[in-house]
């Protein structure tokens, strides 16, 4: 499948118990088929809305989301979706192993590959032993952590994630950084990356979107023109690194007082 996702004219309007909030203005990008974008925005600019429009859990108000050309209405097969709330995301009477086996039951897969694809993903994200544990068992970090491992267990074409680290401490973060870079880099999915971590968003991404404060547009897109092989060690401590990522942050900054784009980025010395 060509999974490339197109976003067009995006505008999302909450209405309803007499209050009405224009989540999302006018969004218009691509994410290419195979692109690891990242995508960085005040609180509240309205992130997660635009990835449950783009995962199909949302209608928009108007304009529309192209997933390999086709309209998205519905959650797309293919796609896989790592949720911000991550308490809310698992099933509490299903146990860890369960919970990720359960997207791969559309999948007609058999029981044994099943049982693989579980197992590998339980133990990319450092939980092999959680298999058999209730949700309610693990703390904060574990359960997003099991929540990761069903996105990757089910071999997505697409990924969304939502701030997916948020509560997982800095070294298992680290280490989930490099596995996303990793199986984007191996298995050529496309990946949309919310953070509000401007680190993160420059470490991971071969671009960065910034967005505005509402009502939220595309306040710049930024190339990362750092190497494909990137270290947790040496990358973040390379002069680019440090250019980027003060680009990133004056353009927040800029979004935040809601003032346009500045000029572009210098070029690398
Ligand atoms: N179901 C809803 N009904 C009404 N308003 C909503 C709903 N969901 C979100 N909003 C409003 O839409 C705006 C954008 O919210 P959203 O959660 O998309 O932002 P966000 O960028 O993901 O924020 P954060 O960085 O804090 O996760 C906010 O003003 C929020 O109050
Ligand atoms: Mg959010």
New binding site residues.
């Given amino acids: 499948m060509h999974a490339s996702l197109v976003v067009s004219g995006l505008r999302k309007v909450?209405e309803?118990s007499g209050?009405r909030?224009e989540?999302v203005r006018d969004l218009t990008f691509t994410v290419d088929a195979g692109e690891l974008v990242c995508l960085v925005?005040?609180?509240?600019?309205?992130?997660?809305?635009?990835l449950k429009c783009m995962a199909g859990l949302l209608a928009p108000t108007s304009g529309e989301v192209l997933l390999g050309g086709r309209r998205v209405s519905g959650p797309p097969p293919g796609m896989a979706f790592v949720f911000?709330e991550y308490g809310r995301s698992l099933f509490p009477w299903m146990r860890v192993g369960e919970n990720v086996e359960l997207p791969l039951r559309q999948k007609k897969l058999g029981r044994a590959r099943r049982g693989e694809l579980v197992a590998d993903a339980l133990e990319s994200v450092g939980l092999a032993d959680a298999a058999g544990a209730y949700p309610w068992q693990l703390s904060g970090g574990m359960q997003q952590r099991v929540a990761i491992a069903r996105a990757l267990a089910y071999e997505p074409e697409v990924l969304l994630m939502?701030?997916p680290f948020a509560a997982v401490d800095a070294q298992t973060r680290a280490d989930l950084e490099d596995l996303v870079r990793r199986l984007w880099r191996e298995r050529g999915i496309t990946v949309l990356f919310v953070t509000?971590d401007i680190d993160e968003a420059v470490y991971l991404g071969e671009r960065v979107l910034v967005l505005s404060a509402?009502p939220t547009v595309v306040q710049e897109q930024l190339k990362v023109d750092l190497p494909a092989e990137r270290d947790q060690l040496h990358t973040r401590v390379s002069p680019r690194f440090a250019e980027l990522r003060t680009r990133v942050y004056e353009q927040i900054q800029a979004a935040k007082r809601g003032e346009p784009a500045v000029e572009d980025v210098p070029p690398p010395r």
């Fill in positions: 909450y309803g209050r909030v989540a925005g005040p609180s509240g600019c309205g992130k997660t809305t635009l911000q939502d701030e509000h509402s």
